[in-house]
């Protein structure tokens, strides 16, 4: 999944709205409100196996659900996360450990939520993490730094740093075959790192007129979904990563896009209070849109066996919709 870019601590300009045209989205219904705290929600992540959700929010505190029980509103577990700015959380592809970014990042073994070991100390701010496909490898965004981390994930020890960017990186990716790591940040750039050619810088995407705030591959497509602080979504092939198509914009900050694990759901969420779905088996049109009265939808993701859309939100609750059960 997704794919994990925090917009919280960005200070730039927002852009006017456009949008793709079209037949009027049918709204979607809200199942539930978890209160999950009094600030804003940064970051959620679904556990591999569907039982648990994992919630950052600005307290410093990264709050742990058992999903089957999540009606009842209280967490499993408290974990210490950063404060202030936004910070990622992602479970590994296993499930047995649980990242948090930010200034400490520090992971947390599921089976009794004991830390298991925090990260060096190379980035000022972790703004985002990645898993490559086989487990092996993460990949952490850095701060004022400008690098990308790459790191082996059995010893969390620093196996390289990726340099080009010019300004801070809020989103990784690895893409589905292993192939290639891409980055995205501030300075308005998609950068593309070929594994197989030693980690070589190879192409620089400049489609997008604002800064990168998320990345995200889809899981049986070879597409790369990249948002931005001016609303955009765009679709890229991987490979050459150039421009497949635009999805619907919104009229805010676009700052996360997430899949399902069969690939065939597709979330964006946006400072405007929305998120959108589409069913790739449909084309590039949303099917849904949810209006989060939450405020600002920081991040949002699917539930791994496709039933549910989350929404981290500005209020400080997680916003549960139900995705429609035609297949």
């Known amino acids: 999944m997704p794919n994990r870019t925090l917009a919280l601590s960005i200070l730039l300009l927002l852009a006017a709205c456009g949008g793709r045209s079209g037949a009027d989205i049918r709204f979607g219904e809200l199942e539930q409100t978890l209160?999950?705290?009094?600030?804003?929600?940064?970051?959620?992540?679904?556990?591999?196996?569907?039982?648990?959700?994992?919630?950052?929010?600005?307290?410093?505190?990264?709050r742990v659900y058992d999903w089957s029980a999540r009606a009842v509103g209280k967490p499993l577990v408290e974990?210490?996360?950063?404060?202030?700015?936004?910070?990622?959380?992602?479970?590994?592809?296993?499930?047995?450990?649980?990242?948090?970014?930010?200034k400490t990042p520090t992971v947390y073994n599921t089976a009794d939520w004991a830390e298991a070991g925090k990260l060096q100390?190379?980035?000022?701010?972790?703004?985002?993490?990645?898993?490559?496909?086989?487990?092996?490898l993460f990949a952490t965004a850095g701060g004022d730094?400008?690098?990308?981390?790459?790191?082996?994930?059995?010893?969390?020890?620093?196996?390289?740093?990726?340099?080009g960017h010019t300004d801070k990186i809020f989103a990784v990716a690895f893409d589905r075959r292993g192939g290639s790591l891409v980055s995205?940040?501030?300075?308005?750039?998609?950068?593309?790192?070929?594994?197989v050619e030693g980690w070589k810088e190879t192409k620089v995407v400049t489609r997008h007129t604002a800064a990168v705030m998320s990345l995200t591959m889809s899981p049986n497509e070879n597409i790369c979904v990249s948002t931005s602080f001016n609303g955009e979504a765009l679709l890229l092939?991987?490979?050459?990563?150039?421009?497949?198509?635009?999805?619907?914009?919104?009229?805010?900050?676009?700052?996360?896009?997430?899949?399902?694990?069969?690939?065939?759901?597709?979330?964006t969420g946006s400072w405007d209070?929305?998120?959108?779905?589409?069913?790739?088996?449909?084309?590039?049109?949303?099917?849904?849109?949810?209006?989060?009265?939450?405020?600002?939808?920081?991040?949002?993701?699917?539930?791994?066996?496709?039933?549910?859309?989350?929404?981290?939100?500005?209020?400080g609750t997680v916003r549960i919709w139900k995705v429609p059960s035609t297949r």
């Open 273 to 315: 209070n929305f998120v959108y779905l589409y069913d790739r088996n449909g084309g590039d049109d949303p099917v849904r849109r949810y209006e989060n009265r939450g405020g600002k939808v920081n991040d949002a993701a699917i539930h791994p066996d496709g039933s549910a859309i989350a929404a981290g939100s500005e209020d």
């Open 121 to 136: 100390a190379v980035h000022s701010w972790v703004y985002d993490i990645a898993f490559s496909a086989d487990g092996k």
């Open 35 to 62: 209160r999950v705290a009094f600030s804003p929600i940064s970051s959620i992540d679904f556990s591999p196996d569907g039982r648990y959700l994992a919630a950052a929010s600005l307290d410093g505190k990264v």
């Open 145 to 163: 730094d400008k690098t990308v981390g790459v790191w082996n994930a059995a010893t969390l020890k620093l196996e390289r740093q990726l340099k």
């Open 237 to 267: 092939e991987v490979g050459d990563y150039d421009e497949r198509d635009a999805l619907r914009r919104h009229a805010d900050s676009a700052t996360c896009a997430g899949f399902s694990r069969d690939g065939r759901f597709l979330v």
């Open 79 to 102: 974990l210490a996360g950063s404060e202030r700015i936004g910070y990622p959380v992602l479970f590994d592809p296993a499930g047995k450990r649980l990242f948090v970014g930010g």
């Open 184 to 195: 995205g940040g501030r300075d308005r750039t998609v950068r593309v790192y070929r594994i």
